[in-house]
């Protein structure tokens, strides 16, 4: 299983957006994945990987897991990191 060894959150104020908070997490101690989004949708807040735009419009992600264990995995593990800097701030 996938081993994060550091989640960092920076929340993001504002009434207004949808956006909640920007993660950054580090695995094995070795390799970061920054700008993972803490997005508010219409049936709870949910994670977005960090992803870069084409010349089509489109959106595509930079970096992700590639199957629903380890994406289940990453989503809960930063999601109680959010909850935990919500309750802080």
Do not use: W
């Not at 207004?16 to 993972?36: G, N, P, R, T, Y």
């Amino acid at each position: 299983m996938l081993n994060i060894t550091d989640i960092k959150i920076r929340l993001v104020t504002g009434d207004s957006s949808k956006l909640k908070a920007v993660a950054s997490i580090i695995i094995d101690d070795c390799f970061a994945i920054h700008d993972i989004k803490i997005i508010a949708g219409d049936s709870g807040e949910f994670i977005a990987m960090p992803s870069r735009k084409t010349p089509a419009g489109d959106f595509k992600d930079i970096a992700h897991p590639i199957n629903s264990d380890t994406r289940e995995h990453l989503r809960a593990q930063i999601m109680n990191a959010y909850k935990k800097s919500l309750e802080e701030a």
